[in-house]
C-alpha cells in the first residue's frame, strides 16, 4: 500500500511559477513510476506527465512541454512538478499517482494509488 500527499499549490499570477511535491509513504517507491494528472472544473482528469521508477525516463503532455518538468528524490520518496510560465488554463486541482510497473505511463487507469490532489490558480 503507498499513501501520496501532494502540496505546493496555490495561487499565481500568468508568467509565475510553482513546485507541487508528493511525498509516498511505504518502502518501495523507488520501484513505482509516479504521474501528475490534473483536472480543471467541468473536465475530465487529464495527464500531465510521468517519471520512471529510477528517474532516467520522463513523458509529458504537450500542452506543458516546456515548461513543466517532473524529477523524484527516492530518498526522500517524494517526486516534484517544477511549473514555470504558468497560464490561466492550468488552473486544476494536480493530482499524483503511483504505477507498480515502473513505467511511465500517460494513462490514468494505470496508476494504482492517488493522493487527494493540491490546488493550482493561475490569475491573469
Known amino acids: 500500500q503507498v499513501q501520496l500527499v501532494e502540496s505546493g499549490g496555490g495561487l499565481v499570477q500568468a508568467g509565475g511559477s510553482l513546485r507541487l511535491s508528493c511525498v509516498a509513504s511505504g518502502r518501495t517507491f523507488s520501484t513505482y513510476a509516479m504521474g501528475w494528472f490534473r483536472q480543471a472544473p467541468g473536465k475530465e482528469r487529464e495527464f500531465v506527465g510521468a517519471i520512471s521508477w529510477e528517474g532516467a525516463l520522463t513523458n509529458y503532455a504537450d500542452s506543458v512541454k516546456g515548461r513543466f518538468t517532473i524529477s523524484r528524490d527516492n530518498a526522500k520518496s517524494t517526486v516534484y512538478l517544477q511549473m514555470n510560465n504558468l497560464k490561466p488554463e492550468d488552473t486544476a486541482v494536480y493530482y499524483c499517482?503511483?504505477?507498480?510497473?515502473?513505467?511511465?505511463?500517460?494513462?490514468?487507469?494505470?496508476?494504482?494509488?492517488w493522493g487527494q490532489g493540491t490546488r493550482v490558480t493561475v490569475s491573469s
Open positions: 499517482a503511483a504505477r507498480s510497473l515502473g513505467l511511465a505511463s500517460p494513462w490514468k487507469s494505470e496508476y494504482n494509488y
